[in-house]
């Protein structure tokens, strides 16, 4: 028996009592495990437009293009957790024009993170990854930690394919913050 003082007086605590709650969350919690049946890979192609947030940075505009694979869990409740690795291709231009002249430049980026969804036919999302960026000014290159953040609404409702849009802020940390804004869609497979 342990005695546990509070401001009101003394609590007493029997590790009895303890034993049933213990057992009863860590029920619940293999039960909210993924059962084999229930992963499955997920490979996904993003295209987003993107929109450059430092006014310093004349090259405001572009698009992305970031494969990623992962494998989706399934959780109780309808939750889908999807740990995956991404790789991001970003081309910068300028306002009045995006194209793959000399004066654009470039972001690559190496990520790893999670994705977390829920619904049957449309399923609202949110996701997040982290990794190593470089961005390519032509004349010089830059390494920096790179990360990304946002929201996601796929469409479910066709067996084995998903399609959706998403809007993220991403980011490279190099001497200064290099970040943007991407909108865009993006369509997936699942195997099983």
Known sequence: MR?????????????RSLRPAA?????????????????EVVIALDANAIIGLRPSNDHTTGFSVDPRIGYQFELAGGLKLTPEVMGSFARFGKPDRISLA??????????????????????????????LGRRDLGDRNELGAAFDAGLSLDYTGIRHITLGIQAGYNAIALDGLFD??????HAGLIFW
């Open 23 to 39: 057992t009863l969350c860590f029920a619940v919690f293999l039960a909210s495990l993924p059962s084999p049946a229930s992963a």
């Open 180 to 185: 943007w804004i991407g909108l865009g869609i």
């Open 102 to 131: 000399p004066p654009d430049h470039t972001a690559f980026r190496a990520l790893g993170g999670v994705r977390l969804a829920f619904g049957r036919l449309f399923e609202p999302g949110i996701y997040a990854h982290g990794g």
């Open 3 to 15: 005695a546990l003082i509070s401001g009101t007086g003394i609590v007493v605590l029997r590790r």
